[in-house]
Structures are given as structure tokens and as C-alpha cells.
């Protein structure tokens, strides 16, 4: 736990402390409290950064934007879809044009904060996702109100909430497990349990028209793992667009 927990701290201080630090871990077990004080002090080693060696320097607070965005992002996503969960009453009234708006600014944000340097690595992955998003919306629009394009509209959300999850992840600096294991968690397991449960009613005789409004339940996890993707971004710092790159450090060479 201890030694996953120690890539939050930014790389100079890794490439000076870790080994240290890990060699003092391992000589006991870690509690709780050793888990919150190594959160924190990663957080604390990123905002307040100090030169390790000379030709460190500090991350600048726009590196911090895409992050915050993110974050954000996971709360409008989440609020909304607790408020759908929980509402009270069938009228949506005003109510309902505000999570509407909530939800919908949401998704924006997500967008915005995902451009950087860093997409050139992945723009092969980034025009296919693209080209196939293309496709399953025009495929709605030629087939009309038929399964066709019911499958290809289903197809194209989860096109679009998977590649901005993953492209955020990546910006994140999660590794490709890490990638797979919050994909899965945030969007392919709340799908198959929501058609395993609209499976489960049918089979019972009710209504699948019928409003079910605890079914938005599914879509939280979604907007949670925005929040902890954004919160790792924030942590490490991630250049913009219009910034130049976080210069990569370079160890001391003893004379």
C-alpha cells in the first residue's frame, strides 16, 4: 500500500528519497495513520516543492488547472446524478433543466480539461476514438428511430464516456491497469448491472417505461472516478496547452 502510495510524490523527490524512505517503511508494519501522513505529505511535497538538485523547478500553478477542472467536473457529474436518485416526486419542474445544465456542463468540462502536449503520444488512439464516435452518430441519424440505431446511440455514449475517462487517466499518469480497473469500475460494471437488473423486472412482468429514479445510482461511480482522477492530475501537475512542459529532472553526477 505504502509503496503504490509513493508515486504521488513528485519524481525529483523520488529519485533523492524513495529508496530511503522505503527502506524505513519496510522495517515495520504501516497503520493508518502512516497511509493519511504519506497522502498528505505528497500533497504537501507538490504544493510546496523545494530544489532537490539544481535544475529543479517549481510546477507552475497552471499545471494545476486541468486537474481542478477534472475535479470539478466529477462533482457537477455526481451531484446531478444524486439529485436524480433522490428527487422527490415525478415534477422535475425548474429542477429538472438544472441538472440538465449541471450534467451537460459537466461533460464540457471534461473535454476542456483533457487538451495537452501529452496527446500527441496518443493522437493515433484519439482519431480512431473519434472516427468511431463519428460513425455511430451518423449511423443514428441513417437508420432513424429503429434498434440500429438504438444499439449505435448506446454505442456512442460509451464511446464517449470511456475515451475521455481513459484520456484523462492517461493524463493523470495512471498506469494501463490502473486504466482498465477504473474503466471497468466507473463505466462496464454499472452498465451490466443495469441490464442485469432491467433483465430481472422484465422477467418479473413490470414496466421497463416506467421511471425508475434510483437506476441514476449506476452513473455515480462515473462521476466519482473523475474526482480521483482529478485529484491525482492536481496532485502531480499536468502542463496545458499553452505551457511549456514540466522540465524532466536530472539526477546530480557525483564529480
Not at 34 to 46: K, N, Q, S, W, Y
Not at 125 to 130: D, H, P
Not at 141 to 147: H, K, L, N, R
Request: charged share 15%; net charge neutral; proline share 7%.
Amino acid at each position: 500500500m505504502i509503496r503504490t502510495l509513493v508515486r504521488l510524490y513528485p519524481r525529483p523527490w523520488r529519485d533523492r528519497y524513495e529508496e530511503e524512505f522505503l527502506a524505513l517503511v519496510d522495517e515495520r508494519t504501516p497503520t493508518a495513520r502512516d497511509v493519511a501522513d504519506v497522502v498528505r505529505g505528497a500533497l504537501d511535497a507538490h504544493l510546496h516543492p523545494q530544489a532537490v538538485s539544481a535544475g529543479t523547478e517549481i510546477t507552475p500553478w497552471t499545471h494545476r488547472l486541468p486537474g481542478l477542472l477534472a475535479m470539478s467536473a466529477g462533482l457537477l457529474w455526481s451531484a446531478g446524478t444524486l439529485f436524480i436518485a433522490f428527487r422527490s416526486g415525478p415534477d422535475w419542474g425548474d429542477a429538472g433543466s438544472a441538472v440538465g445544465t449541471a450534467v451537460g456542463t459537466a461533460a464540457m468540462i471534461m473535454l476542456i480539461c483533457l487538451p495537452g502536449d501529452y496527446l500527441a503520444d496518443h493522437r493515433r488512439r484519439v482519431a480512431l476514438g473519434v472516427g468511431a464516435f463519428g460513425a455511430c452518430v451518423v449511423g443514428v441519424y441513417a437508420f432513424g428511430w429503429s434498434t440500429q440505431a438504438l444499439v449505435l446511440g448506446i454505442g456512442a455514449w460509451l464511446l464517449a464516456l470511456c475515451g475521455l475517462l481513459v484520456m484523462a487517466a492517461i493524463r493523470a499518469g495512471i498506469a494501463p491497469v490502473g486504466r482498465w480497473l477504473l474503466l471497468a469500475g466507473a463505466v462496464l460494471l454499472p452498465l451490466l448491472v443495469g441490464l442485469a437488473v432491467n433483465l430481472l423486472r422484465h422477467r418479473a412482468g413490470a414496466d421497463l417505461g416506467q421511471d425508475d429514479p434510483t437506476a441514476a445510482l449506476l452513473a455515480l461511480p462515473y462521476g466519482l472516478a473523475w474526482l480521483v482522477v482529478g485529484l491525482r492530475m492536481t496532485v502531480r501537475g499536468s502542463p496545458t496547452i499553452v505551457d511549456p512542459p514540466i522540465p524532466a529532472f536530472a539526477p546530480e553526477v557525483p564529480a
